[in-house]
């Protein structure tokens, strides 16, 4: 390992980005030729009868659209130790699970060398476009990062989630240190057993360097606004462990106590004045530049369903610059934010045209008649699906985001986020659809076969009135079911969702309880009447199996004829 780190080059980084934009369209030709040259061999693409063809017309004439359910036969064949190249020339060593759910199973998404690198090049692009606006001193970084366990698969590959894979690569350290973005906590605390013990040493590695912190990050604002909601209750125990030098019994984990030790030395000054700006603070407003002099900006996926979050932030940062961070999924990068300046709610992301090859279904038209697109071809204003094709094995994969495209630059289209095709619950970084939905009610009504009652219909809602915010699921039932076996069915509803990102964000409480709430007999009726009322034709009336708070007087009728409610325990 090289101690003296090269600094990025900003200027030349963006330059590079620059010409490549400009010429994105012989860029994307040159990215699909390497992809099939680099992966020909694979399984999946020979028995498609590319016969060595890379150009653009013969890949789209050869190789189907193709769904996470498409390719599930050969991704299972990888996990399960198959060496042969199957959707790779190289064999995959690692995959992601992602927290997007198919069929009630986490995802499983191939995760190589390339797709790291890819990763690498957008954190280096964004840094790029961000230093340029807000330049930061040579300091460290306050990234409330956790990294669950890597496991092993059946076939012996690495698996985590797509941010586990990159934290714990050993590249990952050396491009932060080049971005100045050190993180200010040790490893042990990133990959420490125990979320909350992380959180609690996060906040204190983030006092004592309170000096040298240049920014604060994370990979979803929930976190950070999670992060700084916890400092409210532990500032006081903060503070009594810089005074004394002496780490709270709260950290019970020795790796991790031992690495804080190394750190924590009695500073009854610094204790003082923390104590003293936490005192001064009215409601926690302006908390994060009070505590932290020399933060430049706030830095996080701050789009899509991290939107609701915008509000306490901005309590928490006054008037500190939020950028909202790059944008991917465990499958693949797609775009880099490199407009810095704009606030989140109205952020895009220009896409890399050489990261992977990408093309785009219109959807103004019917979705199973439109022919994609290419990425130079797309229109301003316009919606699309996005389906990429990646270094990883994933070929012409429909992502099942859909994005809207706010202009260009150069000849690189800029994407604004517009939601999750299939999406429906989601309140941090749970994403759950309404197949998860089905799955959930479907194991938990089975419960009411006994007492011979079924579940009539039922909807669902994500309730952000409270705090946390949590999901609540209606139900209407054909007779009187008795009290415990309804707490149960709450209880095995809140387990039914076995999505990564919730089960995790419940465990830490990130995500309240679930919430069951019985409706009284014909509730359903009248949201069908409502609709047949505002014109729609019955033979087409589909119950909306989850309702937003747009969809106010569906959420009214329900929550008018609500008759019980139970809180899940299952956490």
Request: aromatic share 10%; charged share 20%; net charge negative.
């Amino acid at each position: 390992m090289i101690e003296k780190m090269e600094l990025l080059d900003v200027e030349k980084l963006i330059e590079e980005f620059e010409s490549m934009t400009k010429d994105a369209g012989n860029v994307q030709r040159e990215t699909l030729k390497k992809i099939l040259e680099e992966n020909g061999c694979a399984e999946y693409l020979q028995n498609l009868g590319l016969n060595g063809r890379t150009d653009p017309e013969s890949f789209k004439a050869c190789v189907p659209l193709v769904t996470h359910n498409d390719l599930q036969p050969y991704i299972q064949r990888i996990v399960d130790g198959s060496s042969s190249p199957i959707l790779t020339g190289k064999p995959i060593t690692t995959i992601s699970l992602s927290s997007g759910t198919t069929q009630g199973k986490p995802k499983f998404v191939p995760f190589n060398d390339e797709l790291m690198e890819t990763t690498l090049q957008i954190y280096r692009t964004s840094y790029a476009f961000r230093t340029r606006e807000f330049p930061i001193e040579n300091g460290k970084a306050l990234q409330l990062i956790y990294s669950s366990k890597q496991s092993k698969t059946k076939g012996g590959l690495i698996a985590g989630t797509a941010t586990t894979n990159v934290f714990r690569n050993s590249q990952f350290k050396n491009t932060m240190k080049a971005m100045q973005s050190q993180c200010c906590s040790p490893d042990e605390v990133i990959f420490g057993p125990d979320f909350h013990q992380s959180l609690y040493c996060h906040l204190l590695c983030g006092m004592i360097f309170r000096e040298e912190i240049q920014f604060i990050s994370s990979t979803f604002s929930h976190s950070i606004v999670h992060a700084f909601r916890t400092f409210e209750q532990v500032w006081e125990e903060l503070c009594a462990d810089i005074r004394e030098g002496v780490l709270t019994s709260r950290i019970t984990f020795p790796s991790v106590r031992s690495a804080m030790a190394k750190l924590l030395k009695p500073n009854p000054e610094l204790a003082d004045l923390i104590h003293k700006k936490c005192l001064g603070l009215n409601n926690w407003y302006g908390m994060i530049p009070e505590l932290f002099p020399n933060v430049k900006y706030i830095y996080g996926i701050m789009t899509g369903s991290m939107e609701p979050y915008l509000k306490k932030l901005r309590h928490y940062a006054r008037d500190l610059p939020l950028i909202s961070a790059d944008y991917g999924s465990s499958e693949g990068w797609i775009g880099a934010n490199v407009n810095p300046n704009v606030p989140p709610e109205l952020a895009t992301y220009v896409v890399l045209p050489d990261i992977g090859y990408f093309e785009f279904i219109p959807l103004k038209e019917n979705v199973e008649e439109a022919k994609p697109v290419g990425l130079t071809e797309v229109k301003v204003g316009e919606e699309y699906e996005v389906i990429i094709t990646s270094f990883a094995g994933l070929y012409r994969y429909r992502l099942g985001d859909v994005v809207k495209v706010t202009g260009f630059h150069n000849l690189s289209p800029e994407l604004k986020f517009i939601c999750r095709r299939n999406l429906m619950l989601t309140i941090n970084i749970d994403k759950n659809t309404e197949k998860d939905l089905q799955l959930a009610v479907e194991a938990a009504s089975k419960l009411n076969t006994e007492e011979k009652l079924e579940v009539l219909d039922f909807s669902s809602h994500v309730d952000l009135s409270t705090n946390p915010g949590h999901y609540v699921i209606f139900w209407e039932i054909s007779g009187e079911v008795r009290e415990e076996v309804l707490e149960e069915c709450c209880n095995c509803l809140d387990r039914s969702f076995v999505d990564a990102g919730y089960v995790s964000s419940r465990k830490i409480n990130a995500i309240g309880p679930l919430e069951l709430r019985v409706v009284q007999r014909g509730t359903f009726q009248k949201i069908l009447n409502h609709y047949v009322g505002l014109g729609a034709a019955l033979s087409q009336f589909k119950t909306p199996r989850c309702v937003g708070s747009t969809n106010n007087e569906v959420l009214q009728i329900l929550c008018n004829n609500v008759v019980k409610s139970y809180f899940s325990t299952a956490f």
